[in-house]
């Protein structure tokens, strides 16, 4: 295998729930769709934006018009249809990846290698495919449809990075119902945006007129159709249900002067009246299918107990009843507007009907390998042992692959009584809680697990035991002792009977005794972690590793070791998507510790504090009291005393709290005498001058995060102006560093001053 291509067997080969090839495959262009050429030069002039953002409410045509433009135009398509099983960034990159080397083979494989065979951050592979998309050597349109269902900020965050590096021959469609969470102001600023909204895309005047002629009544008379534009004020969904109605009118003109305005009572009124004039089994059809939201006519048969779905979907298809075919294996969608307004109707007519067909669906998903669609089936069904069974059984790979608050999505549904008959799940959801930041959910979760071992002990497996070791031993919530037990028996129990935990379970036991001051036993246990034969699957486990691994070598001087694993768990992390996470807020410390031992106070406070609100919990904890000793410390070693005390006394009010709590008390110990240190150096000594009023600006400024650099740009002097200040500043206060200048400055009461006093 060579390293251009993707591993076989792609995200199978990777443990990962496979892709879905119906949100692979673009819808096919309709015949009798009105032309509207001003909006097909509206989307032509996006090509001078790296973005296009198509935004509006259901029912305004905005996958139709980007369809339609694209098979207008001299370009490759790669098409992506999300929903909320791609809020993380590894699986939204992976469709769009695998949709760009459609286009022609090559294009995305060195990026899905990146996504599913090594860690790194996501611009890795964001890279990867930007530069594949270069080398095509035509026009490219990625398209992003349905992003409104994709609620990930880190998955916005990796689309604003490649928005930004779009290459020339490129552009990015993102169809949405509302404004995704990206800098729209600054990218628009920039020439970087182009957007079409419902004000745009709702017909105008002329177009309802054409729109009407070729599928309304031809007895309408032109005011009447004038009538039905004001009223509806062109959505195209009500304007083609409005015409599907009034076909089946007698009364037709009597018809349009009832006809409402309000667009979800529009909707709703004429989703009945549609269905009404449908004979019992179309009507019976429609609402079943409407029900699936995508479906192949093997499907459908399966579900339904039929077999001509087949010839019914492709009738569908042709009357523009809701119901489009798309490009790729066979897969069909109803339009999600009618989609939800079907389930209510037939929930109405049939309360049971709903749930089986959900039911079905994920029978039939399952056995063929669609974990995500047939869990999202299963839970609309109520089929909670099926969702338990599912995601027993996928539990690992979306933990491992940054699928954490998914997980949690699922398991948050299962009654109380499903995770104690599955304590897998409830040590797999405790596990995920820990990773995001769900303090009061893990606790949660492992007592539903302790009650699995009294009230069903023989399902109480020792991988169970393991995990729920490992999760006690990581958290180190209130007893660093109790914590380092705890790591030593997941560790054993692991190594003999429970593999898929050996990882973890040695990253928590590191961690532990890291914490209770046992350095060199800390470094043994987190290093065979990253050893195992296994660890590149083993995201987590081995990200928490190396953060332990990165805060042992700063504390034994070994700088150069210490970066390098603190800069490997990032990278990891932010390839699985889950930087922002209680794991990734620990990459974040231990970087953060490594540039204060570097000499990088600024770049370290903010990792720190980014670290603080995964850490942070509603009671007191041993590993928040630990980093506010840290960032304590590197505030002191700012200047930033004041800071640095109050910052202290939480961490010493902490520590009051709790029991055992190892190495942390000791360290407090010692930046309360950094601090006494930086204390009387500030207050040691005399102004020798006042400062001026420029030299104070200068001050001001470095009492924050900015460069020398940033610094002359903020008050518009050149570099070695500033520096010609700060040294001028030194001087005055009889200092030798910028901390030092910081602090006596604070001491003065000067930073918060604009004119030098007299």
Not at 94 to 116: F, H, N, W
Not at 217 to 229: G, I, R, S
Not at 689 to 711: F, G, T
């Amino acid at each position: 295998m060579t390293t251009d291509q993707p591993p076989p067997g792609g995200l199978a080969a990777a443990g990962l729930p496979p892709l879905a090839e119906a949100k692979l495959a673009p819808p096919r262009p309709r015949p009798g769709i009105v032309a509207r050429p001003r909006i097909m030069e509206m989307l032509d002039g996006g090509w001078r934006s790296a973005l296009t953002v198509v935004a509006a409410p259901a029912g305004y045509g905005k996958t139709t018009a980007v369809r339609e433009w694209s098979a207008q135009r001299d370009a490759a398509l790669a098409w992506v249809t999300l929903d909320a099983s791609d809020a993380d960034p590894v699986r939204l990159w992976t469709y769009a990846a695998t949709a760009v080397d459609r286009v022609r083979q090559g294009l995305g494989a060195r990026a899905l290698r990146r996504l599913t065979v090594t860690g790194g951050p996501i611009e890795n592979p964001i890279d990867e495919l930007m530069e594949g998309i270069a080398t095509l050597g035509r026009e490219l349109v990625l398209v992003l449809d349905d992003l409104q269902a994709v609620t990930d900020p880190d998955c916005f965050a990796s689309l604003e990075y490649a928005i930004r590096r779009v290459p020339a021959n490129a552009r990015l469609i993102a169809i949405t119902r509302s404004d995704p969470p990206l800098p729209l102001a600054h990218l628009r600023a920039r020439g970087m945006l182009a957007e079409l909204r419902a004000g745009d895309l709702a017909f105008t005047a002329s177009e309802t007129r054409e729109f009407l002629a070729e599928h309304g009544p031809a007895e309408l008379a032109p005011e009447e159709v004038d009538q039905l534009q004001e009223r509806t004020e062109g959505w195209p969904a009500a304007l083609l249900l409005a015409s599907l109605w009034l076909n089946s009118r007698d009364d037709l003109h009597g018809a349009v002067r009832r006809f409402g305005g309000d667009h979800r009572f529009v909707a709703d009124y004429l989703s009945s009246e549609v269905l009404g004039s449908l004979d019992g089994g179309a009507r019976s059809f429609l609402l079943r299918v409407a029900v699936l939201g995508r479906f192949t006519a093997a499907l459908v048969d399966s579900v339904l107990g039929r077999s001509d779905s087949a010839a019914i979907l492709a009738d569908l298809e042709r009357t523009n009843l809701f119901v489009e075919r798309l490009e790729l294996g066979g897969w069909y969608r109803v339009h999600s507007l009618f989609a939800e307004f079907a389930g209510f109707q037939l929930a109405a007519q049939e309360p049971e009907a709903v749930a089986e067909i959900h039911r079905r669906a994920a029978a039939w998903l399952r056995p063929r390998g669609l974990m995500v669609e047939a869990a999202e089936h299963a839970a609309a069904a109520g089929e909670h042992e099926m969702v338990a069974e599912l995601l027993v059984e996928y539990h690992l790979p979306l933990i491992r692959g940054g699928g954490a608050g998914t997980l949690l999505r699922w398991v948050r549904a299962l009654p109380e009584r499903q995770l104690v008959l599955h304590p897998e799940l409830a040590v797999g959801a405790a596990t995920a809680a820990t990773m995001v930041g769900a303090a009061l959910e893990r606790r949660q979760f492992l007592g539903l697990a302790e009650r699995a071992r009294v009230e069903e002990p023989a399902r109480f497996t020792p991988y169970v035991e393991a995990v729920a070791a490992m999760v006690r031993a990581s958290a180190v919530d209130r007893d660093v002792g109790e914590a380092v037990i705890q790591g030593r028996r997941a560790v054993a129990i692991a190594e003999t009977g429970a593999d898929d935990a050996i990882v973890a379970a040695l990253g928590g036991y590191a961690r532990a005794l890291y914490l209770a001051g046992d350095l060199d036993a800390a470094w043994d246990a987190a290093l065979r972690a990253i050893e195992h034969a296994d660890v590149a699957r083993r995201v987590p486990g081995h990200a928490f590793a190396r953060s332990t691994l990165a805060l042992v070598a700063v504390d034994r001087g070994r700088l150069e070791t210490a970066r390098l694993h603190a800069d490997r768990a990032k990278a990891l992390l932010g390839g699985a998507g889950s930087i922002r996470s209680w794991l990734g807020a620990n990459a974040s410390a231990a970087l953060g510790a490594v540039l204060a031992a570097e000499g990088d106070y600024a770049e370290a406070e903010r990792e720190v504090v980014n670290a603080d609100r995964f850490f942070r919990d509603e009671v007191a904890t041993v590993h928040h009291a630990w980093l506010m000793v840290l960032l304590a410390r590197i505030r002191c070693a700012r200047g930033r005393i004041d800071d640095a005390r109050d910052t202290l006394r939480l961490a010493l009010e902490a520590i009051g709290e709790l029991g055992d709590c190892g190495r942390v008390p000791a360290l407090a110990r010692d930046v309360e005498r950094e601090l006494s240190a930086a204390d009387a150096r500030a207050r040691r000594g005399e102004l020798l001058d006042r400062p001026s009023n420029a030299e104070l600006a200068v001050l001001r400024l470095l009492a924050s995060d900015l460069s020398i650099r940033q610094i002359g740009g903020e008050l518009f002097l050149s570099p070695n102006t500033v520096r010609t200040h700060t040294r001028a500043i030194y001087r005055k206060f009889a200092v030798n560093s910028r901390a030092e200048a910081v602090a006596r400055a604070e001491f003065l009461g000067l930073l918060g001053q604009t004119e030098s006093p007299m």
